[in-house]
């Protein structure tokens, strides 16, 4: 999913649209309440999307090195175990 959809679902998650090549100039409104969220508005909120998805993959990581180090074994060990 683009970053420019995952955007508009942040700030505008009923809303229907379309667009082409990810360009907000393209976007056309079906289903929309209130006022279409600007360029700045959305620059902003793929802003925050790329931020969270960072925090998600850093706590994602970090549970899976806090868990291999409880069960003493490596990632490598883990996979071989699993296969």
Known sequence: MS?????????KPNSEFSFTDDDYSTIKWDVLDGDAPTQKEIDAAIVKVKADEAQAETIKATAKAALLSKLGITAEEAVLLLS
């Open 3 to 11: 970053y420019l959809v995952k955007a508009i679902r942040k700030l």
